[in-house]
């Protein structure tokens, strides 16, 4: 990979993402699965959440990742590591950077429904009463920080190259807006939840109570649930509600109110 290469990447990455949120906003606005009471209210919605993106972009991917690990300046480096020995071909690596991160995903993610600390910042991107594509980037600072700390550590330990995960991330985050998106996806599509964790299968994940919000964990691939015995298959395009319902009010919904969750909610008993 040359440096011609990664800012390549870096222009599909930020196109496809800010042309993906644009085109969910507009299909969303013509043809809601759930429609927002009004206009207003789903331009406070997604404001709310890009306004989450926009500090995770400050701490997590600019303070932790940029400055803290050199993340930018590491992206060509290929630092020896566990599989430095097998010599393997690249497509070889991608396959492995995109499985095994993907399983890592799938366990952090069950993790952060059972073990309370990092419910309590998973609960940002739960509380959400309205699930679409701007959702997909509703995640808590510390959650997209912990995520970075846990693939870049991985890239190095097996020595993969680190401009893999601008590939991973073109493919994830596209997939997130769409798994999030506020739109019934044609039948064809769907029918890739053999494989992939598709729109109707994470919306599951969304509903606030048991069993679905413990089930359909998994990030990319559909496998992890159905090995793990956490997949539900699903019997609607989405639950019958969203969100959490202690998180519901304004004081946990305004952009203030979701990044101090983590600490405000630590006072709610439990289950949030
Ligand atoms: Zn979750
Ligand atoms: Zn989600």
Redesign the pocket.
């Known amino acids: 990979m040359t440096a011609e290469g990664v800012s390549l990447l870096t222009s599909i990455y930020l196109g496809l993402f800010v042309g993906g949120l644009a085109f969910f906003w507009l299909w969303e606005d013509g043809a809601p699965l759930r429609p927002f009471p009004d206009a207003r209210a789903r331009r406070r919605h997604a404001l709310r959440n890009l306004g989450v993106l926009a500090a995770v972009i400050l701490f997590a991917d600019l303070l932790v990742g940029s400055w803290l690990l050199r993340a930018g300046e590491r992206v060509l480096e290929t630092p020896p590591g566990l599989l430095t020995p097998l010599a393997l071909p690249i497509a070889a690596q991608v396959a492995i950077a995109f499985v095994l991160i993907d399983a890592i995903e799938y366990g952090l ?1 069950r993790l ?2 059972a073990w309370r600390p990092l419910w309590l910042i ?1 609960t940002v ?2 509380s959400d009463p309205h699930v679409d594509a701007t959702t997909g980037v509703r995640n808590h600072p510390l959650e997209t920080t912990v995520a970075i700390v846990v693939r870049v550590g991985l890239y190095l330990a097996l020595g993969l190259p680190l401009w893999i995960e601008l590939v991973r991330v073109i493919v994830v985050n596209t997939l997130f807006l769409w798994q999030h998106s506020n739109v019934v996806s044609p039948r064809w599509l769907e029918a890739l939840r053999l494989v992939f964790v598709t729109p109707a299968v994470h919306r599951q ?1 969304h509903s606030p109570v048991p069993p679905l ?1 413990d089930r359909n ?1 998994g990030q990319m691939f559909s496998l992890w649930d159905r090995i793990f015995g956490t997949y539900a298959e699903p019997q609607s395009e989405a639950p019958p509600e969203y969100g959490l319902r202690k998180l519901a009010g304004e004081h946990w919904q305004s952009l203030p109110g979701l990044l101090l969750t983590p600490l405000r909610a630590r006072l709610v008993p439990d289950p949030l």
Do not use: V, W
Request: neutral net charge; proline residues 0%.
């Open positions: 993610h952060a429904h998973h991107h739960h994940h919000i964990f």
